[in-house]
Each structure stands twice: as structure tokens, then as C-alpha cells.
């Protein structure tokens, strides 16, 4: 006697359901999956170990001119690899701070190292701040203090008025190249008293001394300033 399953005729027996089995300890889909996780590992050790690697210096925040006194103001971290591993002995650490009383001997751009041989005592090379009476339309308007900047020196005589010999002796290049502003007063507050604005850079004594003699040497000496930026 054939039993009723309650199902009509024409209608498709649904496929019983299978269990998927877990994959056991030989499965090799299961050991694929352990190397792929260890090798990830393995590469990620690596990759922190060399980022291990850099070294933390001081570098110089922003441009400063020769003869700039040096303060932890004046500097930020930068960490750096270095190829050969005694390179970093011409550098500062920043895990101490630098030593106090160093000046610029040289000129340094933004964000460079702070080499060793670019500071010394500050005695060793002394330095004069000589002022600079500029017309204010010779000098950018955004010079301030810490500007780095070249002063040229022209001869503003007409060539009947100078001197035998002026005309030669101003220089075909700045007279002081990339000396950095120490005192920058406001325009207001010198133009009334001169019509000028003035300008005090820090120039090393030997440099201090040319320059003056350069002045004197000159029937009207024009003075320039071009801002380094």
C-alpha cells in the first residue's frame, strides 16, 4: 500500500541538507592558512624593525644667517636613516639638548640638520650688529627679526660727483651675503626721525670692518636689502 507523503503530483523532492564537515589538522587548506598568518607576522616584525632604524636629530626650524646665536627654539626633531651608521657622530642627538652659548658659523636652510661644523663658540668668531639706515622702498616690508638677508651697497652719485677711483669700488656682489637681523624696528618708529628705516644685522668683526671701509669709500652709499625666503 503506497503511503501519502502530502506531496502533489509533479511537484521536485527538495535535496536533503548536507553538514559541512569542519576541516581537520591534515587538511592542507588548514596549514595553507597558518603560513599565510605567520608569514604576515614575520613582515610586520620587519617592517617595525626598520622603522627602528631612524635616528633622532636637531634640525633648524627656519633659515638663519651666520653668526645667529642658537636656542631650543630655534630647533625641531627630525628623524633620519642614516647609510653609514658613524654619520650621526656630525650631527646634534636631540636626546640631549644642544650645548648652550653655539652660534652659526655658516648659513643654514630650513629643516636642515644642525651639523656640527656649522656652530662654534660663541666667542671664537665675534660678532658686530651693524646698523643699516635703508630707504623703505630697498627693503621688503616682511623683514623682521630672523630674516636672513644679502645687503648691497650701490654709489648713488652721479659720475661727475664721484670721487676718482668711488665708481670701482662698489662690489659686483651683495656686500654682505646672508647675514641674519637682529633688530628690525618698526618703520614708524625710526622714518619720522631719518626718513629711513633701520636695520641691524649681526656680521662677523673681519666682515664688519670691510664693510665699513666699503662705505667710506663711497660718495653716496645706497643701500639694499634682498630678503632670502
Request: proline share 8%; glycine share 10%.
Amino acid at each position: 500500500m503506497r503511503r501519502d507523503l502530502g506531496i502533489s503530483p509533479g511537484t521536485s523532492v527538495p535535496p536533503q541538507a548536507t553538514r559541512v564537515a569542519r576541516p581537520g589538522w591534515r587538511d592542507p587548506r588548514l596549514w595553507i592558512g597558518v603560513l599565510l598568518v605567520a608569514g604576515s607576522v614575520v613582515l610586520g616584525a620587519r617592517l617595525m624593525a626598520a622603522a627602528d632604524d631612524t635616528v633622532a636629530v636637531w634640525a633648524v626650524e627656519s633659515e638663519r644667517g651666520s653668526g645667529t646665536p642658537l636656542t631650543g627654539d630655534d630647533l625641531v626633531v627630525e628623524r633620519v636613516r642614516f647609510a653609514a651608521g658613524d654619520s650621526v657622530e656630525r650631527y646634534f642627538a636631540a636626546d640631549e639638548p644642544v650645548p648652550d652659548g653655539l652660534v652659526l658659523t655658516r648659513g643654514v636652510g630650513a629643516g636642515e640638520l644642525l651639523a656640527r661644523s656649522a656652530v662654534g663658540e660663541a666667542t671664537e668668531d665675534p660678532m658686530l650688529q651693524v646698523p643699516l639706515a635703508v630707504d623703505p622702498q630697498r627693503v621688503p616690508p616682511d623683514v623682521g627679526t630672523g630674516s636672513v638677508v644679502d645687503v648691497w651697497v650701490a654709489d648713488g652719485a652721479g659720475a661727475a660727483d664721484r670721487e676718482p677711483g668711488a665708481a670701482d669700488e662698489a662690489p659686483d656682489g651683495p656686500a654682505l651675503s646672508r647675514v641674519t637681523v637682529v633688530a628690525a624696528p618698526a618703520f614708524d618708529d625710526t622714518f619720522a626721525v631719518s626718513g629711513t628705516r633701520q636695520i641691524v644685522v649681526a656680521v662677523a668683526e673681519e666682515g664688519a670692518a670691510d664693510f665699513e671701509r666699503l662705505l667710506g669709500s663711497l660718495h653716496d652709499p645706497v643701500i639694499r636689502i634682498l630678503k632670502r625666503s
